[in-house]
């Protein structure tokens, strides 16, 4: 059988040595998988929607309705500096004003750097479904804190503490292989068949746009897709 992701007790702090494995010393719990993608999918602006919008073994969580006229597919790194500001500056505007409204929904997927990226995509997918989203923003907003510390799994363990999260179910959520492996999927899908190499990598009904976008940005690429 193969040996379950386990993640003991980090000896150093520094983000350098954080965001490597080794400097993580996660035992197991390896790189989900490297960065590389056919270059028929790399050279596409537009993808077919059935690839885009096909799920992994993990299911999707969503914000919004589900027959929005557009929807989001987002790929995302929790130890991505992009990703968090789109989160923390963007989102909540574009949330008020489309995904409130019925306008756009959007869908996270997880597309981890490094290893403890790949830790923070697990005790996502292990929270309740109510606290999906509440926990990915608690994370981006702490994602300085926590990649600074000197203690981060300890912070991170207090900041999973807000979404229920007990001592013994953050240590079993990190050595559970079927979220680990359905962490890895996503990614593989993300690589292999859209062609995501960098984050934030959103779709919008199908077509990539990379890089985190202001919500003056976003919007001049929802207006025309939506219904007049």
């Known amino acids: 059988m193969p040996q379950s992701?386990?993640?003991?007790?980090?000896?150093?702090?520094?983000?350098h040595a954080l965001i490597s494995l080794a400097g993580l010393a996660l035992a197991g719990l390896a790189l989900p998988l490297a960065l590389g993608?056919?270059?028929?999918?790399?050279?596409?602006?537009?993808?077919p929607l059935v690839d885009v919008m096909q799920a992994g073994p993990l299911g999707d969580r969503s914000l919004g309705k589900e027959d929005a006229p557009v929807t989001i597919v987002e790929y995302a790194s929790f130890t991505c500096v992009h990703?968090?500001?789109f989160h923390v500056n963007t989102l909540p505007a574009l949330k008020e004003k489309y995904i409130d409204s019925g306008?756009?929904?959007?869908?996270?997927?997880?597309f981890p750097f490094d290893a403890m990226a790949t830790a923070m995509s697990m005790l996502a997918r292990c929270a309740p479904a109510e606290r999906y989203y509440p926990l990915i923003d608690l994370f981006f907003r702490r994602q300085e804190?926590?990649?600074?510390?000197?203690?981060p799994l300890d912070d991170l363990l207090a900041a999973a503490r807000l979404a229920g999260f007990s001592q013994e179910s953050f240590e079993a959520c990190l050595k559970n292989?079927?979220?680990?492996d359905g962490v890895n999927a996503v990614k593989k899908h993300g690589a292999?068949?859209?062609?995501v190499n960098s984050t934030p990598t959103f779709f919008i009904n199908g077509k990539r746009v990379s890089g985190a976008r202001s919500i003056a940005?976003?919007?001049q690429l929802l207006e025309p897709l939506l219904p007049k």
């Open 217 to 219: 940005e976003m919007e």
């Open 192 to 195: 292999e068949k859209l062609g």
């Open 37 to 47: 993608a056919p270059s028929f999918a790399q050279a596409q602006d537009q993808m």
């Open 5 to 15: 992701p386990v993640i003991p007790r980090l000896p150093v702090g520094r983000r």
């Open 177 to 180: 292989q079927s979220i680990y």
């Open 83 to 85: 990703c968090a500001n």
């Open 145 to 151: 804190a926590i990649l600074t510390s000197q203690k």
């Open 103 to 110: 306008k756009v929904r959007l869908v996270f997927r997880e």
